[in-house]
């Protein structure tokens, strides 16, 4: 079983930053990439970004140019620096696992965390 914990959620006006960060635990011998969805109130969950732990990354049109996804320095965790937010970034980030970044942007995942409330609001 995979266990996934994020943090470092919060409120910040628009045009601010944040920084979000996610560790995984527990059975990881088949999990080679971490990634980030998110839900906003009335909306089905949608996908951000993934990396793999070679370093293999893919961002959501949305978001790309704004966001940076990383490797952590501790193996299985990795950071997601949320620059230039928006309004329409408000929402609830979910960290999730799988064995590539393809399959992260599928939506075939392995095991979600409890996710972090991100509000961008003036």
């Known amino acids: 079983q995979v266990r996934l914990v994020e943090a470092g959620g919060g409120w910040v006006q628009p045009g601010g930053s944040l920084q979000l960060s996610c560790a995984a635990s527990g059975s990881l011998a088949d999990i080679y990439a971490l990634g980030w969805y998110r839900q906003a109130p009335g909306k089905q969950r949608e996908y951000v970004a993934a990396i793999s732990t070679g370093g293999v990354i893919n961002y959501a049109a949305s978001v790309k140019g704004r966001f940076t996804i990383s490797n952590g320095a501790a193996a299985y965790s990795i950071y997601l620096q949320m620059n230039s937010l928006e309004r329409e970034d408000t929402a609830v980030y979910y960290c999730?696992?799988?064995?590539?970044?393809?399959?992260?942007?599928?939506?075939?995942?392995?095991?979600w965390g409890e996710g972090t409330q991100v509000t961008v609001s003036s």
């Open positions: 999730t696992a799988a064995i590539n970044v393809w399959n992260i942007m599928r939506g075939t995942t392995t095991a």
